[in-house]
């Protein structure tokens, strides 16, 4: 299955209903900080993340550090971002 990359326009578009999330990369990613109130908060947002990005078949590129969760999300196949991407941020999104 061919992932298609968005164009500039789109990605533009699809930002605009995601407030927090920034074009990253040259425009090839978005990503975003989140800040719990401790540790288990943000590894349990994690796992929350896991199983979303699992059922998409779509894995984010991520980090944690304490309360912090930092997460980028670009299409490998389609050489940046991609539908794929803002549907996972939207579906991030919704956990909070």
């Known amino acids: ?10 990605c533009a578009t699809a930002l605009s209903d995601l407030p927090g999330w920034a074009l990253a990369r040259e425009g090839l990613a978005i990503e975003r900080a989140f ?22 078949d779509h894995h984010p590129e991520w980090s944690n550090v304490y309360n912090r969760v930092d997460i980028a999300l670009t299409t490998h196949d389609a050489g940046g971002l991609s539908q794929r ?3 996972l941020a939207k579906a991030i999104e919704a956990l909070l």
Request: net charge negative; no cysteine.
């Open 1 to 10: 299955m061919s992932v298609t990359r968005l164009t500039e326009v789109e």
């Open 85 to 87: 991407d803002i549907d």
């Open 35 to 56: 800040t719990f109130a401790d540790f288990v908060g943000a590894f349990g947002f994690m796992t929350q993340v896991a199983l979303l990005a699992e059922k998409a």
